[in-house]
């Protein structure tokens, strides 16, 4: 399977300012999807980060407020854009292997905004 | 509307005891049924099934689909205070490629 690494593990940030979480794959990925946790709560959705075009941004999530780049196929950025206290959760970058139907996590990021 | 419910929201059983977990689903154009771990931060893959009636296994966990009744279950036995966690369960759909998680059930393993 994929190893996946993301960076920062968690950030304290202050409202208004804006995170850049990293996800780096080992291996060249068909797909990458951002996820969100909050406390409490199943995983949801984000967006669908897509190689070389504009993310797949799901009901409620728009690309102002999360912009997503995906410039290869082993890397992806999501950026928390004036971050609010709601914001507060932990962030996944997900991954399906190319060909296969299984998806894999990153150690995610959690994120705390004061 | 697509949409996975798993049942009960949260258990609390003693070590040694076995557990079952549940996994109900609606879904257009079924594809795989998986299941995650979630100890901390990250869901850590468990199984993910395809056809009905096959029974995965790994080690101590076990797991099988029934797409007639659009259920799986996930069985842990003679636990451990390990295998405390969040078991999530997800379905995709060959109609789309992202995959839609239930609510979760907390396990808590006492010693």
């Known amino acids: 399977s994929a190893v996946i690494s993301q960076k920062p593990s968690r950030d304290i940030c202050q409202r208004g300012t804006s995170l850049t979480i990293q996800c780096q794959v080992d291996s060249q990925v068909t797909m990458m999807f951002w996820y969100r946790q909050q406390p409490g709560q199943s995983l949801t959705l984000i967006a669908t980060a897509n190689q070389g075009s504009e993310a797949t941004y799901e009901s409620g999530f728009v690309i102002d407020k999360f912009p997503i780049s995906r410039p290869n196929l082993t890397f992806s950025t999501l950026t928390v854009s004036n971050m609010s206290p709601e914001d507060s959760s932990i962030y996944l970058c997900?991954?399906?292997?190319?060909?296969?139907?299984?998806?894999?996590f990153g150690p995610g990021t959690r994120l705390t905004v004061t | 509307e697509d949409k996975v419910v798993q049942s009960p929201l949260s258990l609390v059983v003693h070590e040694g005891d076995t557990v079952t977990l549940n996994c109900s689903y609606e879904?257009?154009?079924?594809?795989?049924l998986l299941w995650y771990k979630q100890e901390k931060k990250a869901p850590t893959f468990l199984f993910m099934l395809?056809?009905?009636?096959i029974e995965k296994k790994s080690g101590r966990l076990s797991s099988i689909l029934d797409k007639k009744e659009l259920f799986s279950i996930l069985n842990i036995t003679a636990t451990q205070t390990g295998d405390s966690a969040v078991y999530l369960c997800?379905?995709?759909?060959?109609?789309?490629?992202?995959?839609?998680f239930g609510s979760g059930t907390r396990l808590s393993i006492r010693p």
């Open positions: 879904v257009t154009n079924f594809r795989s």
């Open positions: 395809t056809s009905s009636g």
């Open positions: 997900s991954v399906v292997d190319r060909g296969y139907y299984e998806q894999y």
């Open positions: 997800a379905v995709k759909s060959s109609s789309a490629s992202k995959i839609i």
